[in-house]
Every structure is written in C-alpha cells, then in structure tokens.
C-alpha cells in the first residue's frame, strides 16, 4: 500500500491511529502511513479552531516537510490522538508542541463538532477521517511557532473569513478546516 520509494521510512510509519467507523468507535489501530496511502483507512482526527477576543481565528500555515497539504493554511492544529488519548488531550499536546501555547493561555477547550470526509491529495495520500473540531478563547494570544511544523501564522478576523471564504481562496486551505468552517453556525 505504499505510494513511492522511501515511504516506509517516512516518520508516519513508525506511528499508529486509531481507526474507527464511520460513528467514532475505536476498530482498533492501524500504521499511520497506511491510514493516508491507497484508497485510505478511516481514522480519528481533530482540527483545533482558537479565536482571540476579538474574534479573530488564528491560522497557521503546514509547514512545507509536511508530506500531505504541504504549505496549505490550516486551522490552528490538526492531527490524531493516540491510543487511551481524548481528543481535547491531544489538542493540548499539539497546541504546546506545534505552536507552545500553553494550556493556561486559554480555558475553554472543547469539542463543538465532529464530522467524516476522505479526501486525495494529489499522487500523496489521502485523508479519510473522522475529525472532531475543538474551539477555545485565546486571553494571552504569545506564540512561539515551532518551525518544522509551522511554516507562518496569521490572525484572520473569523466572521468575515467564514462569510467570505472566496476572499482567501488564494491561501489554499486544508479541506479538513474548510469543512469545518462551513459546518460552524456561531450563535
């Protein structure tokens, strides 16, 4: 199931997520590699969405070593939790580790939707997840990007950016945030 030569020493094959079916329930784990080659492994995910109180979301753009969506502009962190790991814990150790925002920056870290999509990226991979979408409130918006993770950040102001999202198309941004955006109907 490997998609070119030098894929099985690719980070991702060292890793495993949790698969599960099309309701979120754990159907054991699979490599990880394997979950984003071929025609894909539905598995868990998250995408984390922080807002400052202003209302703007922070983006963060995938850094360009990324092996799928390289460079697009993603929502604040998205990845997969381990094994005996919630979502919202995962979230915690991404935001640290991709972006060292510390959980005392914020308070209010919780799931506000979860949906299915599978999507090929170019000749790559493909993503075939069930994503949970985290939100919270930045009060102290300090970060310090880790760079081979993140290739840039921008505050964009959400509303207009959820109202307008033609006006960003030239961001390319990850289909997995697209979706969620889309689904997001703010009270």
Same mark, same amino acid.
């Given at each position: &199931?490997?998609?070119?030569?030098?894929?099985?020493?690719?980070?991702?094959? &060292?890793?495993?997520?949790?698969? +599960?079916?099309?309701?979120?329930?754990?159907?054991? &784990? =699979?490599?990880?590699?394997?979950?984003?080659?071929?025609?894909? !492994?539905?598995?868990?995910?998250?995408?984390?969405?922080?807002?400052?109180?202003?209302?703007? !979301?922070?983006?963060?753009?995938?850094?360009?070593?990324?092996?799928?969506?390289?460079?697009?502009?993603?929502?604040?962190?998205?990845?997969?939790? +381990?094994?005996?790991?919630?979502?919202?814990?995962?979230?915690?150790?991404?935001?640290?580790?991709?972006?060292? !925002?510390?959980?005392?920056?914020?308070?209010?870290?919780?799931?506000?939707?979860?949906?299915?999509?599978?999507?090929?990226?170019?000749?790559?991979?493909?993503?075939?997840? =069930?994503?949970? =979408?985290?939100?919270?409130?930045?009060?102290?918006?300090? !970060?310090?990007?880790?760079?081979?993770?993140?290739?840039?950040?921008?505050?964009?102001?959400?509303?207009?950016?959820?109202?307008?999202?033609?006006?960003?198309?030239?961001?390319?941004?990850?289909?997995?945030?697209?979706?969620? &955006?889309?689904?997001? =109907?703010?009270?």
């Amino acid at each position: &199931m490997m998609t070119g030569q030098g894929d099985a020493d690719h980070e991702n094959a &060292m890793q495993d997520v949790i698969a +599960v079916d099309a309701d979120d329930n754990k159907q054991g &784990m =699979v490599n990880r590699l394997d979950a984003h080659t071929g025609d894909g !492994i539905r598995h868990r995910a998250f995408t984390t969405l922080l807002f400052d109180e202003q209302g703007r !979301i922070l983006l963060a753009q995938r850094s360009p070593d990324k092996r799928l969506w390289d460079t697009f502009w993603d929502g604040t962190v998205a990845s997969h939790p +381990v094994e005996g790991q919630s979502q919202v814990e995962a979230a915690t150790v991404r935001l640290e580790e991709e972006l060292g !925002i510390e959980p005392d920056q914020y308070d209010d870290l919780r799931v506000t939707d979860r949906f299915e999509y599978k999507r090929y990226y170019e000749n790559a991979g493909v993503e075939h997840e =069930v994503c949970a =979408v985290l939100q919270a409130t930045l009060a102290d918006t300090e !970060i310090d990007p880790d760079p081979e993770e993140v290739g840039g950040v921008m505050w964009v102001p959400y509303e207009r950016l959820h109202e307008n999202p033609q006006w960003y198309r030239q961001l390319r941004l990850c289909p997995w945030f697209e979706i969620a &955006m889309r689904r997001d =109907v703010r009270e």
